[in-house]
């Protein structure tokens, strides 16, 4: 059994910043991915950001791009995205998920919420105009 736990979310203004947190624990991996998602009511759950494995590589959903940051401390088990310069738009639940092993084959998997194996409960984020 995989637990993920997503914390560091809340009120904001516009221009604030945040930094969440995914911590993971249970089932041992040999490699795993992380991936973070959105969504609000109504629509469906998008995209923000992902990290393999080693850090190596980070994706990012192009409305983040320059803003977010995804980061991780494999040794803690925790994936971090720091948000910087938040808009209204970013208000939403955020999702932590993971899947393993961390490849994921094909244009855009990461970006797939079928790619992922384990979701957390998710964590508000809301951010005033």
């Known amino acids: 059994q995989v637990q993920l736990v997503e914390s560091g979310g809340g009120l904001v203004q516009a221009g604030g910043s945040l930094r969440l947190s995914c911590a993971a624990s249970?089932?041992?991996?040999?490699?795993?991915?992380v991936g973070w998602f959105r969504q609000v009511p109504g629509k469906e759950r998008e995209f923000v950001s992902a990290i393999n494995w080693r850090g190596t590589n980070t994706y990012y959903t192009d409305s983040v791009k320059g803003r977010f940051t995804i980061s991780r401390v494999s040794a803690k088990n925790t994936v971090y995205l720091q948000m910087n310069s938040l808009k209204p738009e970013d208000t939403a639940v955020y999702y932590c998920?993971?899947?393993?092993?961390?490849?994921?084959?094909?244009?855009?998997?990461?970006?797939?919420?079928?790619?992922?194996?384990?979701w957390g409960q998710g964590t508000q984020v809301t951010v005033s105009s």
């Open positions: 998920a993971l899947r393993s092993p961390d490849y994921c084959p094909g244009y855009g998997c990461y970006e797939l919420n079928s790619s992922y194996d384990y």
């Open positions: 249970g089932r041992t991996f040999s490699s795993y991915a």
